[in-house]
């Protein structure tokens, strides 16, 4: 459960000083459960969310969740499988729930992929900087609201 970190943590600082540019975080209204705009404007690419979802190192997604990447060996069994998940919610729902999932459900295991507010026990490599940017938020939500079973 702890292996991935150290990677994640590798990763980012390998990748710092190239993201310099792209550690903004995206203005975003929450309305209800909901996030309904696209993060600055985005468009979400499924294919590159599915890889995002089942990358390791970026997304760790499968660490806690189980999702239809049958190719991914060991995943999760933490958090509800992922299948489905775009018949339970709609992209504002989905794009919420990564966003912040602390503001549905206080103390959620589930990291804020992009917030940077308020997080307890960040690494100096990730201070200031979301998990994943506005474009990768809405590849991911693009590629979870394909999962209708
Ligand atoms: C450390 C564990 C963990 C990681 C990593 C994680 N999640 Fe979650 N996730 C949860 C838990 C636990 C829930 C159940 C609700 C809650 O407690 O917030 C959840 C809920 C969800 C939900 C709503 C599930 C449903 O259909 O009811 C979605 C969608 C989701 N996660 C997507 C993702 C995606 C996509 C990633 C990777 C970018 C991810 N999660 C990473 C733990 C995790």
């Known amino acids: 459960m702890s292996a991935p970190w150290p990677a994640l943590l590798l990763v980012a600082l390998a990748a710092s000083p190239a993201c310099a540019l792209a550690q903004g975080l995206a203005a975003f209204r929450v309305s209800g459960d909901a996030i309904a705009a696209p ?24 660490l806690c969740h189980t999702a239809p990447i049958a190719e991914e060996r060991f995943q999760g069994d933490l958090a ?12 504002g729902q989905l794009r919420l729930r990564l966003v912040d999932p602390q503001r549905l459900v206080p103390g959620s295991l589930m990291p804020a992929y992009h ?8 690494g100096a490599a990730w201070r200031g900087k979301p998990l994943l940017d506005a474009q990768q938020i809405e590849d991911v939500v ?4 394909t999962l209708k079973e």
Do not use: E, F, M, S
């Open 39 to 62: 993060l600055d404007g985005k468009v979400g690419d499924a294919a590159r969310g599915r890889a995002i979802v089942a990358n390791r190192q970026l997304g760790l997604c499968l």
């Open 80 to 91: 509800p499988n992922l299948a489905g998940a775009g018949a339970r919610w709609n992209a």
């Open 115 to 122: 917030r940077t507010d308020g997080l307890q026990q960040v």
């Open 142 to 145: 693009a590629w979870l609201l």
